[in-house]
């Protein structure tokens, strides 16, 4: 994550990142494990080939002067065969196993981040940007699952190779093995200074790619925004900034990682050359036979080719270092509080309607109280208005009447029950919001008016939208209520919010809560909606946020808020009389429509 914009913040734990990914693994411990193995199997079984293709050689060479041995070289070509086959269908299996084990392990990180992100606290994405997380949840998971699956077992196959190839160099031969491994230790000692100086960029990349995501996102959210205030340059600038930032550290990392390939392929050939020079001069003092130096410069290439897989695990599994950090960071973040223990539930068909805010402080920093002491009560049936100007903590109070946020101090009690001894889920029940910002999905019509809601009508639905003025408009379309909506499809901004008025007409709830549902919408549209929020708050208990107060006249209580506390309350005729701050707010906008 970023403190300040493209500022990275310090390196994380990477040790704890790959601790969590080993523990979050252990499901697929077992099939992991015979992937290893077979692995393994795979590679001690290609290291025993030279040592056969050493005795060919050898039975050849002696043949040149005694005839050759057919047989005897049928039977161990034979052998060597049936190694190689079976090596490779053990490799074959592996790679199966492996490509198996981690579509599942990427289906159950994706599953658990989804449920994370249903569990976070709204502060949290307060705080960070959705491209972010998006990004966490798809190139960073790809980027583990990746490396899971081409990386571990080439890991553990480059390994057992070396070792292998070691072993039986040894064996064969120590002179010559010396020579080889001699000829080889540069390489490690590049590979580990390269992967030192790599994997800051590995981070870095990582990170900027997330900020890439989020500020993509947030542009193109807003594209309309951004065209309309001429905003493309400056977007674009910003895109540049953070793109170029992203191309430099890959490029950074690719070329340092890059670097490794050359470096051993030219370690590799140093040490055929080494091998030849020293087998050559051995051979002449009859110390080895002529098949060893086959044989060896096969183990050379046994022995430089895991350094090679090794350096490309080693700059995965950096990248897979990097994203498993951003990951499980995610799924360490604090949840909301477990809920587990409260056991009381008010039912839709019981609540009488009766809402009481006690003392109620809140702050979204604890240092920062925003709401001071907010006290209220509120009968069932009326229709409360919340007033004031912008950072009055009017939609604040609303969030922490859903239980969105934790109260700091106080209590909150819905018919005399406290919203602390209640669900979330429980609350949200009793709800219906309507927002400024309308939400349309991708399905039909009908699909979106009575989301998440089962037993539902179609007759209830174009009763619904009779209702709220918005049937005549469905018949107009192709398909009428079927017409499925997407990005294509053009709703005006009143048209999205008759949508969702009729989307919580269907919810059958005690509770309404309208937060600027008419603020961007034209006069005409908004007589539409205000007729239809008339017919939506009636038998409710309502509560309504609105800049125009021209729409909440009627309203049984208006609150008008500054600065976190009621600085007035009462009817609109009553705060008119009163001349004070609701007063003064009402008469600028009456004079605005005037002029």
């Keep these: 994550m970023h403190g300040k914009k493209g500022i990275p913040q310090k390196p994380k734990d990477f040790k704890k990142s790959i601790l969590n990914l080993i523990n979050y693994s252990k499901p697929f411990l077992i099939p992991i494990m015979i992937s290893i193995i077979l692995a393994m199997i795979s590679s001690i079984l290609s290291i025993i080939g030279p040592d056969k293709l050493k005795d060919i050689t050898n039975l050849i060479t002696k043949g040149l002067f005694t005839g050759i041995n057919i047989e005897k070289i049928k039977k161990i070509s034979l052998i060597l065969l049936t190694l190689y086959i079976i090596s490779a269908s053990f490799g074959y299996i592996e790679h199966f196993i492996m490509a198996t084990v981690t579509n599942k392990f990427s289906k159950l990180l994706r599953k658990d981040i989804t449920t994370k992100i249903n569990n976070m606290p709204l502060k949290y994405f307060d705080k960070n940007s959705y491209g972010d997380i998006l990004s966490r949840v798809t190139n960073d998971v790809d980027t583990i699952t990746m490396t899971l699956n081409h990386s571990l077992a080439q890991l553990v196959s480059a390994i057992t190779l070396f070792i292998g190839s070691i072993i039986m160099m040894v064996i064969t ?107 050559a001069l051995l051979t002449m003092n009859n110390v080895i036979d002529f098949g060893v130096i086959v044989a060896f410069m096969l183990y050379v290439r046994l022995f430089t080719q895991p350094l090679n897989q090794i350096a490309q695990a080693a ?146 639905i174009k009763e619904v939208c009779k209702i709220v003025g918005l049937h005549h408009f469905i018949k107009t379309l192709p398909n009428g ?46 007589e539409l909606v205000q007729k239809a929020m008339d017919k939506l708050t009636e038998g409710r208990t309502s509560f309504i946020i609105a800049h125009r107060l021209s729409t909440i006249k009627n309203a049984d209580l208006i609150l008008m808020m500054n600065e976190g506390n009621i600085v007035e309350q009462g009817t609109h005729e009553e705060l008119i009389k009163l001349n004070g701050k609701y007063a003064e707010l009402y008469n600028s906008q009456f004079e605005k429509l005037e002029e």
């Design 173 to 279: 031969n120590g002179i010559m093995a010396i020579t080889a491994m001699i000829s080889s230790i540069i390489g490690f000692m590049f590979m580990f200074m390269i992967i030192g100086r790599s994997q800051k960029y590995f981070e870095l990349q990582q990170k900027e790619l997330g900020e890439l995501n989020g500020h993509i996102e947030e542009i193109y959210s807003g594209h309309n925004v951004v065209k309309v205030y001429n905003g493309i340059d400056t977007a674009n600038r910003k895109f540049e900034e953070i793109n170029n930032k992203l191309a430099e550290n890959v490029q950074k990392s690719q070329f340092l990682s890059g670097l490794m390939h050359p470096i051993m392929g030219f370690i590799g050939n140093f040490g055929y050359v080494c091998v030849c020079i020293v087998g």
């Design 481 to 526: 209520y079927d017409t499925k909506l997407s990005d294509n499809e053009t709703l005006s901004q009143g048209q999205k919010q008759l949508l969702t008025i009729a989307r919580g007409m269907i919810e059958d709830a005690p509770f309404l809560i309208l937060d600027e549902a008419t603020s961007s919408v034209d006069t005409r549209t908004e």
């Design 315 to 460: 700059s995965n599994m950096q990248s897979c270092a990097a994203a498993s950090e951003r990951v499980f960071e995610f799924l360490d973040e604090e949840e909301m509080s477990n809920e587990d223990n409260l056991t009381k539930k008010l039912r839709n068909n019981e609540v009488k309607g009766k809402i009481e805010f006690k003392h109620v402080k809140f702050g979204y920093d604890k240092d920062k109280t925003i709401i001071k002491d907010f006290n209220v009560l509120v009968k069932p049936g009326e229709k409360v208005a919340i007033v004031g100007p912008t950072g009055a903590g009017k939609t604040t109070m609303v969030n922490l009447l859903m239980k969105f946020y934790e109260i700091n101090d106080g209590d909150i009690l819905i018919d005399g029950v406290s919203t602390k001894e209640l669900t979330r889920k429980n609350i949200h029940d009793l709800f219906i919001m309507v927002l400024q910002d309308t939400w349309v999905f991708e399905g039909t019509i009908k699909e979106n008016i009575k989301y998440n809601k089962v037993n539902v009508t179609d007759e209830r």
